[in-house]
């Protein structure tokens, strides 16, 4: 079969940085950030967190093809901050927002364990 294996859809190859950034050359405090190993799932997510930032002007993604696994995150900001700083301000808000939820779920799946 011509189907690339399973795994390479998951795992980042040896020498290729998870996460790379390049400064646009036309655009004022514009960006692109390649995510490698990702697909919908995220960009979709980081997308709209990136849309609640009031200093984001632009933030979209897109996969280049079906058989790429990376998507590429398009960034542009206002001049009070960079896509860097969007960026990580995005990440980490979806990280505590995300170990809210976790917790919620756990101490739900807790409280009605005990009723068994």
Avoid: C, W
Wanted: glycine share 2%.
């Amino acid at each position: 079969m011509n189907a690339p294996d399973r795994y390479e859809r998951f795992v980042v190859p040896e020498g290729t940085k998870k996460v790379s950034y390049e400064r646009d050359t036309k655009i004022i405090n514009a960006a692109t950030f390649t995510i490698e190993r990702e697909d919908h799932t995220i960009g979709n997510i980081l997308r709209m967190q990136l849309h609640r930032d009031e200093n984001v002007l632009f933030a979209g993604y897109k996969l280049p093809h079906p058989l790429q696994y990376k998507i590429l995150v398009r960034i542009h900001t206002t001049s009070q901050s960079s896509p860097m700083q969007a960026y990580n301000q995005a990440i980490n808000d979806l990280d505590k927002e995300l170990d809210h939820l976790k917790n919620a779920f756990e101490n739900e799946v807790a409280k009605h364990a005990r009723d068994f």
